[in-house]
Nanobody, 119 residues
């Protein structure tokens, strides 16, 4: 059974940093594209960042480019999101998601971790 468990969220002041982690219990983790999404109160869930199965390709939402960095360690079945220069508008629940090698949508989702940025 696939399980994604996020950690690393918390409360931080504007301008600060947090590093989110997502531990995945997925067979053949290295073949999955991994993504981060977020949902702020009263808003739809939105894409934040994704990384290809080997880590050679990454993409980011315009709102986080230059501030967030996604990475993965396939030996540890873990994907990370380093978030720097945080802004109050980054406040949201952050979700980790996995997309299988033949899937067109993200198949699996974590429960989310809360990130709150105070001004």
């Amino acid at each position: 059974q696939v399980q994604l468990v996020e950690s690393g969220g918390g409360l931080v002041q504007a301008g600060g940093s947090l590093r989110l982690s997502c531990a995945a219990s997925i067979r053949s983790f290295s073949s999955y594209t991994m993504g981060w999404f977020r949902q702020a109160p009263g808003k739809e869930r939105e894409f934040v960042s994704a990384i290809s199965w080997k880590g050679g390709s990454t993409n980011y939402a315009d709102s986080v480019k230059g501030r967030f960095t996604i990475s993965r360690d396939n030996a540890k079945n873990t994907v990370y999101l380093q978030m720097n220069s945080l802004k109050p508008e980054d406040t949201a629940v952050y979700y980790c998601a996995a997309r299988g090698p033949y899937a067109t949508v993200y198949n699996y989702w974590g429960q989310g971790t809360q990130v709150t940025v105070s001004s």
